[in-house]
């Protein structure tokens, strides 16, 4: 049983009752908390060039909701206005993966839903807009407080101020407000419309969760057909009769166009290929960083046996399933590695920003097939060797 971060509601409770289904005020889910990262820590990781930030100043800019994308500089910060304005900063977890503990409340889901971890820091009166997002989050007040309001009555198709490069909405009556102190918490299912207002100075920890639109899913399949499709599969017709009609697509040439389509799209390995290749591809800020020297499998045997430790880049996204035949193919940052029998406890234990355990390394290493895998997954930056003091 996971701890459960809703107070006297259990987790089982929670993903009956609430989870993408209806939004949880938690007063106090986190009592105590100390905001781990300083506005000035917040500000100096958005003038770094890998790092994804943004700006949004509601007045006092170039135009009403003006929208700034970092990197930024020191001068960025020193001319803004004394309000209305929010800076968020995207994946700290990566950047400062002792972040990554915020998200132990939540290792109820499974760790491939997770997206990142936000953190804004807003000036008074500091918004983004009212508006809905299309993924999980939960609303984690670290310091300050914030007004936030919510729309839980349908609407219907909302429509957004138009000439704006945020999507805020036109029309917003909300119909619960609340007002978030220092550890309380608001989780919100996807499609909420909500607006949230800073009280004075304040920072908001988001943790929000992965969720591939049906289209994401369906190029990324479409795309994988393409690829490995066989060219020799072309529309024919042999035996055909006199057409009556030559400007007319005949009955049976549309019935095999579909079979031909159908016949290509049903293929579940294929399917459960690309979206697990989905779920762990990484953001474009957020690839690990390749080694310099890639190792062997020797030097890496060396290296274990030496002492060195194995870690798992926090930049790096780890999934696993099972196949049609039973099979486990692990998925690391976009790609697919199927796992010999030997193997498959490999599967278990990888997990973003993790050190793996010596003893279970030197284990795996006895597997051929285990010590190209792990060596493999070095080279590519997924694993990082860090050699003992």
């Known amino acids: 049983m996971y701890p459960s971060p809703f107070g006297e509601l259990s987790v089982t409770a929670f993903l009956r009752d609430y989870w993408q289904q209806q939004p949880l005020l938690v007063r106090q889910a986190f009592p105590g908390f100390q905001t781990p990262v300083s506005p000035e820590e917040l500000a100096g990781l958005a003038c770094e060039e890998e790092v994804e930030s943004r700006l949004v100043l509601e007045t006092g800019g ?9 990197p930024f500089v020191e001068e960025d910060f020193t001319t803004l206005p004394d309000s209305h304005w929010t800076l968020l900063v995207q994946d700290m977890e990566k950047h400062l993966p002792q972040l990554r503990e915020l998200f132990q409340p939540f290792r109820f889901l499974p760790h491939w839903r997770v997206d990142d971890l936000m953190i804004s820091y807003a000036a008074p009166g500091g918004s983004v807009g009212p508006h809905t997002d299309q993924y999980d989050v939960f609303l984690i007040q670290g310091s300050g407080r914030r007004h936030w309001s919510i729309r839980v009555a349908d609407e219907g198709d909302p429509r957004l101020i138009d000439g704006l490069d945020l ?6 009556e909300p119909d619960r407000t609340w007002l978030l102190e220092p550890g ?7 499609g909420v419309p909500h607006h949230g207002v800073a009280d004075g100075p304040c920072m908001t920890f988001s943790v929000g969760f992965r969720a591939p639109a049906r289209r994401e899913l369906l190029m990324a ?3 994988e057909i393409a690829e490995h499709c066989n060219e020799k599969l072309r529309f024919t017709d042999p035996q055909r009769r006199p057409s009556e009609d030559p400007a007319r697509i005949d009955a049976e040439a549309l019935q095999q166009a579909r079979d031909l389509v159908r016949q290509a799209l049903d293929d579940d390995t294929l399917i459960d290929r690309c979206f697990a290749r989905l779920l762990t591809e990484p953001k474009p800020h957020c690839h690990p960083e390749v080694p310099a020297e ?3 499998t020797a ?4 290296a274990v046996q030496a ?3 194995l870690y798992t880049s926090p930049f790096s996204r780890f999934a696993w399933y099972r196949d049609g035949n039973d099979r486990a193919m692990l998925a690391v940052d976009g790609e697919i590695y199927p796992l010999p029998a030997e193997c ?3 599967a278990s234990i990888l997990e973003a920003d993790r050190a793996l355990e010596p003893a279970r390394i030197k284990q795996l290493l006895e597997s051929t097939a285990a010590t190209e895998l792990l060596t493999e997954l070095t080279d590519l930056g997924a694993l990082i060797v860090e050699e003992p003091v």
Request: charged fraction near 20%; proline fraction near 13%.
């Open 62 to 70: 170039l135009a009403p909701w003006e929208l700034r994308h970092g």
């Open 167 to 172: 999507r805020i909405l036109a029309r917003f």
């Open 184 to 190: 309380d918490m608001l989780y919100l299912p996807p």
């Open 221 to 223: 399949v479409l795309e």
């Open 294 to 296: 890639p190792p062997t």
């Open 299 to 302: 030097s890496l045997i060396t």
């Open 307 to 309: 002492g060195a430790r």
């Open 344 to 346: 498959e406890t490999l």
